[in-house]
């Protein structure tokens, strides 16, 4: 049976499941605050950089499957079921900032009907214990409009979102799993029939317990990046190689090779908010977390790990110039949150170096983010990987795009190449140039 979805936020996450949703034959509602983005989706036009995505879109608003509007009375009145899909972004505490989950609450709360039953999802990450706060949280909004039995008009259900940027329309369509967390299992099972089609794993547990399962599984990844790059630079010093020491690893199913990988750290919206956010959960209820703490802190370290290796080389940057492969905190996205490639940009203008910077998709997001660098002087965006090169004494890989992995190597003689990725092979880079990768002799 279709269901009629309304979806607050048309970010990664909520543009992604919507239109995922609709695509499978039920009537969404996506709603922004944003009218420009409104009207842009509206047309098809999809204001991320996200494989897939703009044909799921294109299908869904040609079937009639999905509207989107900036009106919360439209979408809470014309919906049963009422994802929420707004950011969570860090608090400087690293607590999970909840400004834009309460606002939709109290909104959605402003058009909830004495007759009304409506079933709010939780797709942000939320940390653990906000299902039930908002439970009580949107009874008192119902209570002081004067609705009767505020409890039996809606039910508050979370079902976190596990779509990783570049893959996410794949991810929605195939999922490893579907996590309800609800404290009203039938409901809960009105939830979880909105994926029958996909005939995914679904795991039912109570709120607290689903919210749980969504910080632990990115801290957990986190965790296994943290891991391999601490093993990494252990590697470097004892002149053992860290691809064939995760491969040796991997090959055992208990741990497996999945995010083994070394380089120069994690970025994006999810790991670093998530395992901060899970990390002040956790001292809230006065526990110490110390192995998560340290998973933020070997990350930290790692983004700059490719500058320590070019100033080897390079011992003063002043007036060098430096190119930079890769921009987006990981490939098939355009997204630069928390992305390493910043930490490295900034650190060489720092060092008095001149930034050639290149990536295929990101730089209107790093003009954004680049902004003071940009008009120091001290950075230039090219449209060209090689023209980033061709002047420079340097190269740092930092984002592993695929047009990266073949390169015309005499490009490469004579510079300075750190490969913060480990893409390329090195006894064939030392032939051309000065090579240093991530935990290989």
């Known amino acids: 049976m279709d269901r009629r979805i309304a979806v607050i936020g048309t970010g990664y996450v909520g543009l992604v499941s919507g239109a995922c949703f609709a ?4 009537k969404v509602i996506g709603l922004d605050i944003d009218e420009e983005k409104v009207e842009k989706l509206r047309k098809g036009k999809v204001p991320i950089y996200e494989p897939g995505l703009d044909r799921i879109l294109s299908k869904a608003l040609s079937d009639g499957n999905i509207e989107f509007t900036t009106d919360y009375e439209y979408a809470v009145k014309n919906s049963d079921f009422i994802f929420i899909a707004v950011g969570t972004p860090s608090r400087e505490d690293g607590s999970a900032d909840l400004t834009f989950v309460e606002s939709a609450y109290r909104s959605i709360a402003r058009y909830i009907g004495d007759e009304d039953f409506k079933v709010i999802v939780n797709k942000s990450t939320v940390p653990v214990g906000t299902g039930r706060w908002a439970r009580e949280f949107i009874a008192s909004l119902l209570r002081e409009r004067g609705i009767k039995e505020p409890e039996k008009r809606f039910e508050v259900v979370s079902n976190p979102e596990f779509l990783r940027e570049g893959k996410a329309v794949e991810d929605f369509m195939k999922p490893d799993r579907v996590v309800v967390g609800a404290d009203n299992r039938d409901v809960a099972g009105l939830v979880a029939s909105l994926y029958e089609k996909l005939q995914p794993p679904i795991l039912i547990t109570d709120l607290p317990t689903a919210e749980m399962i969504k910080y632990a599984s990115n801290a957990f990844l986190a965790t296994k990046i943290s891991f391999i790059n601490e093993i990494a630079n252990i590697c470097e010093k004892l002149g053992a190689d860290v691809t064939v020491v995760a491969r040796g690893m991997g090959l055992d199913h208990r741990i497996s090779l999945h ?6 750290g994690f970025g994006g919206s999810c790991f670093p908010k998530d ?7 956790a001292k809230e209820v006065r526990e110490e977390p110390e192995l998560l703490e340290s998973v933020i802190s070997v990350n930290e370290r790692q983004k700059l790990r490719p500058v ?3 100033l080897k080389h390079i011992p003063s940057l002043e007036g060098r110039r430096v190119a930079v492969w890769g921009l987006s905190f990981k490939p098939e996205t355009d997204d630069m949150r928390e ?6 940009v900034r650190e ?3 060092r008095g170096a001149y930034v050639l910077a290149y990536d ?12 003071e660098e940009l008009k120091a002087g001290r950075l230039e965006l090219v449209s060209d990987k090689y023209e980033a090169l061709e002047s420079s004494d340097a190269l740092i890989l930092v984002t592993e795009w695929d047009e990266f992995k073949e390169v015309d190597f005499d490009k490469l003689k004579g510079k300075v190449v750190v490969d913060g990725r480990n893409l390329w092979e090195p006894s064939i880079m030392k032939q051309f140039c000065t090579y240093e990768s991530i935990g290989r002799p």
């Open 339 to 344: 992305a390493p490639s910043i930490p490295i």
């Open 275 to 281: 395992v901060k956010a899970l990390i002040h959960t």
């Open 23 to 26: 695509y499978l034959g039920h």
């Open 308 to 310: 320590e290796k070019l």
């Open 360 to 371: 295929p998709v990101a730089l209107e997001n790093a003009r954004k983010v680049f902004s």
């Open 259 to 264: 995010f083994l990988r070394a380089g120069c």
């Open 348 to 350: 060489l203008v720092k």
